[in-house]
């Protein structure tokens, strides 16, 4: 039996950033909590770990599209009581 659990990953406030979590973990939502970005993910912590990588971009702010790169919309938060919104993507 395949047991999962919801685990919270600390993003940087960055362009590009890379994170470490578990193989097929799935992205529920990403939010500000106590004034930090967090991704929640879905993960099977017995799973090996692979690393993610993921673009935040602010609202107006142009987005780079290079040859053999997509980006899948994860989700977008306030932070400084919005005066930052940002939009997260994933990088693949």
Avoid at 18 to 33: A, D, G, Y
Avoid at 75 to 81: A, D, I, S, Y
């Amino acid at each position: 039996m395949i047991i999962e659990k919801v685990f919270k990953y600390t993003i940087p406030v960055a362009d590009i950033f890379e994170i470490e979590m578990p193989q097929k973990s799935s992205i529920l939502t990403v939010q500000e909590q106590y004034g930090q970005p967090h991704i929640w993910a879905l993960c099977n912590p017995d799973a090996p770990t692979e690393t993610r990588a993921f673009r935040l971009v602010g609202t107006g702010h142009p987005i780079r599209y290079d040859v053999g790169i997509d980006y899948i919309y994860i989700g977008t938060f306030q932070l400084q009581r919005g005066s930052f919104v940002g939009h997260l993507f994933e990088v693949i």
